[in-house]
């Protein structure tokens, strides 16, 4: 069978105790099982499925998304000693497990043997998370496996937040996609380093540094070619972009200059009092999307990659997006908003 050859179902499902709960997940357990892959909500984004202890299953994954093969996943866990099966657990991660698990955190620590090289990227370290979406725990439950996911998206475009977005990117390249509605959280899983002494952020999440200092005593940041300290080595790679170029504009005046360099106007995503500010100054309402309210980040998170897709789908050429003050989920935002700017 091809890869292409896939008639992609797409189940809803709202209640995993259910019983069609039971049916659907038992459908996409045996699959992932026979070593196919399965889309899957999480907490933070939809992921894409497959057995992490499965090479040949986990090779889909980036044949799927086109992803280079010196990205490494994350291994789904739904339990701790489905964790110790996988990964050296330090005393830093079982401080930040305890307090953090299940959630949007995602430990990179020692690996063990019997994690496939096809998941790591041959490195020394395996990335391990348990989420806390009651599907996702239930897929890997039902699997009775741990679940290698990157996000559900093709390679460099926006993350899913919806299964909607899963269809876009994979429809008839996988099996199955469970329908769980819009996540919550809208961006990725914080990442860090805990092999050392003080967790190293590798990637910038919903738990944030100064939570994960207050938790430590402090948090570092990766430093480039730096062996104590390297960065995921996915973070190099272009990402959450939609097709058209997109701008990121500290203000109103800011994307108002933005505006005035292009010979269309963009289109805007930004909080309600910044589209006041553009409204009032006769930008036409048409071009200007409100995503969120001032200062609500939690709000921006959610539905960002969202509005990026959406402005793909309208064929938007030039899109504006708002800076926010990089601190707390601040930070992940525009760790986010600066790769899709990316030229
Ligand atoms: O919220 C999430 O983390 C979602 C959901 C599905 O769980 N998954 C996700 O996976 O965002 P992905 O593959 O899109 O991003 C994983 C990130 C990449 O930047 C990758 O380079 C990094 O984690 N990573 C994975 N394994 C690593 C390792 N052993 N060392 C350093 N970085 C690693
Ligand atoms: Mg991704």
């Not at 040949?56 to 000693?81: E, M, Q, T, W, Y």
């Not at 909607?164 to 199955?176: Q, Y």
């Not at 108002?256 to 553009?278: K, W, Y």
């Amino acid at each position: 069978m091809t890869m292409n050859s896939f008639t992609t179902q797409i189940i809803a499902i709202n209640d995993p105790a259910s019983a069609a709960g039971q049916a659907a997940l038992a459908q996409a357990g045996a699959l992932i099982r026979a070593g196919h892959l399965v889309a899957f909500p999480t907490e933070t984004v939809y992921g894409l499925g497959a057995d992490a202890l499965n090479a040949a299953a986990v090779a889909k994954i980036f044949a799927a998304k086109g992803r280079p093969a010196d990205n490494p996943l994350i291994a789904h866990i739904c339990s701790l000693p489905m964790g110790e099966r996988l990964a050296e657990f330090t005393p830093l991660a079982r401080l930040l497990a305890e307090r953090y698990w299940p959630g949007p955190l995602t430990m990179v620590m020692p690996r063990r043997p019997i994690v496939p090289d096809v998941v790591t990227a041959s490195l020394g370290t395996v990335a391990v998370r348990w989420p806390s979406h009651p599907v996702a725990a239930a897929l890997i439950a039902a699997s009775g496996t741990p679940i290698a996911a990157p996000s559900a998206n093709t390679s460099g475009r926006p993350s899913p937040t919806r299964a909607g977005h899963v269809a876009e990117d994979m429809s008839g390249k996988i099996p199955l996609i469970l329908d769980g509605g819009a996540v919550d959280i809208g961006l990725e899983s914080t990442v860090v380093d805990v092999r050392g002494q003080y967790p190293v952020l590798l990637r910038p999440g919903k738990i944030t540094a100064e939570q994960l200092t207050e938790l430590c005593g402090n948090c570092l940041l990766p430093r480039p070619g730096d062996a104590q300290r390297p960065a995921a080595p996915g973070m190099k790679y272009r990402h959450y972009a939609p097709r058209g170029q997109v701008y990121l504009a500290e203000d109103a005046a800011a994307a108002l200059l933005i505006a005035g360099r292009l010979a269309e106007t963009p289109l805007f995503l930004v909080s309600d009092r910044t589209a006041e500010q553009l409204l009032n100054q006769g930008l036409p309402a048409s071009r200007i999307k409100t995503l969120f309210h001032t200062g609500d980040l939690s709000r921006y998170a959610q539905v960002i990659f969202a509005a990026l897709r959406d402005a793909d789908s309208e064929n938007e050429a030039n899109i504006v997006v708002e800076a926010v003050p990089e601190q707390g989920l601040g930070r992940a935002i525009m760790n986010r908003l600066k790769k899709a700017a990316a030229k």
